[in-house]
């Protein structure tokens, strides 16, 4: 075992502010059982990227309050440069081989996390990057995650007791995860193809392609909340065409990505949203069908009865969600109010994204 840290948390920052205090404590909280000082065996970097709200202040606030460690680090970004450039930069100071980012939402689990995840990396030099698992617990969540954590099918359900510690996952998402330099120098760090959504699922298939493995530890948990960019139902809906925009890109011009989410290798969640990505495209067909039925005086059953059968569909894909997260009636009107406007979104996004990629304009 050498001498100095070993593996370095970035937490990429923007627009953060309220967040700030509580990142920095639960870095503070941190603990390894063979070290009794943390820069014996970790490091952090926070990097602000030109967020106009005070992110920057509050941290230094932070870091601060709990005595100005020499490990940790605030980098400020004077422009936003975007989460893969903002990352890359921050990637290649760390100094380390082995790096977790954590993202503003996610909050780790217990004082363990990191150096757990210090441990998987290290045992399984084969691992490109592993993923936590992420928990919204139903007592701490409230309406707008609940409907969150069911349209997208978020990766929060309970974990089987007998999981192993590690299980192929088709991407490796970053929220609060680990990665080897080595891999992600293999395959260039991140790209800017994308600059909200997508790179995850990219530089996961392209790791798998240069003889890394992605996985998840099963056991290894973080809290999950909902971003600022999906905290309301309104923005939930908008990101939805983000995320339709995004799929030419991730699925036709990148090899490999499409084992990321469908076959053994994707893993039961990746696979169920993907079922759920095709039942939003046949509702957004269906919904504008139907609209174009009234507005051109024609039957509009056929169509409404494709609708029922989509919400039928999501509903089943959906119930391990809503029982979990003790959704009631009120959640589910609200899930259902926003479908139409979800699965016009996506298929609308999804139609842009290929024209896009068809063009060569960028998908943004």
């Known amino acids: ?5 070993r593996i370095t948390v970035i937490m990429p920052l923007y627009e953060a502010a309220e967040d700030a205090p509580e990142l920095v404590a639960t870095l503070a909280a941190q603990r390894h059982p063979e070290h009794d000082d943390q820069s014996d065996w970790m490091q952090a970097i926070l990097i602000d990227n030109a967020s106009g709200d005070g992110t920057a202040d509050r ?4 870091f601060a309050a709990h005595g100005d460690p020499d490990h940790w680090r605030l980098v400020e970004n004077e422009e936003n440069l975007g989460l893969a450039h903002s990352l890359n930069k921050a990637l290649e100071m760390a100094g380390t081989e082995l790096v977790l980012t954590c993202h503003a939402d996610c909050r780790f689990q217990g004082e ?6 210090l441990r998987l990396l ?5 691992a490109g990057g592993i993923g936590g698992k992420p928990e919204m617990p139903a007592e701490l969540v409230d309406r707008v995650e609940r409907v969150y954590a069911i349209a997208n099918l978020m990766d929060v359900l309970p974990t089987d007791p007998d999981e192993p510690d ?13 990665f080897r330099m080595e891999a992600l120098r293999a395959v260039g760090m991140y790209g800017d193809k994308l600059r909200l959504a997508g790179e995850d699922q990219i530089i996961s298939a392209q790791m798998r392609a240069a003889g890394y493995g992605t996985y998840q530890a099963p056991h290894l948990r ?4 909902v971003s600022a960019m999906q905290d309301s139902l309104g923005k939930l809906v908008a990101m939805q065409r983000r995320f339709g925009r995004v799929n030419p890109t991730i699925l036709l011009a990148n090899r490999g990505t499409g084992s990321g989410v469908v076959g053994g290798q994707a893993g039961r969640n990746r696979q169920a949203r993907t079922m759920m990505r095709g039942l939003q495209i046949l509702g957004g067909v269906a919904t504008v069908g139907a609209a174009a039925a009234v507005l051109g005086g024609r039957s509009k059953t056929p169509w409404l ?6 919400t039928g569909g999501k509903l089943a894909l959906a119930r391990e969600h809503v029982e979990h997260l003790g959704a009631g009636p009120s959640d589910l009107v609200s899930w259902l109010a926003i479908q139409p406007g979800v699965d016009v979104a996506f298929t609308l996004g999804l139609i842009e994204g290929a024209i896009a ?8």
Request: aromatic letters at 8%; charged letters at 25%.
């Open 122 to 126: 290290e045992e399984n030099p084969d």
């Open 112 to 117: 363990g996390y990191v150096a757990e995840m």
């Open 222 to 225: 973080y809290r999950l909340s």
């Open 305 to 310: 009865i494709a609708l029922a059968g989509v």
């Open 59 to 62: 941290v230094r606030e932070a």
């Open 1 to 5: 075992m050498g001498a100095g840290p």
């Open 166 to 178: 590690l299980v192929a996952v088709g991407f490796c998402e970053g929220r609060c995860d680990g």
């Open 357 to 364: 990629l068809a063009t060569g304009k960028d998908v943004w």
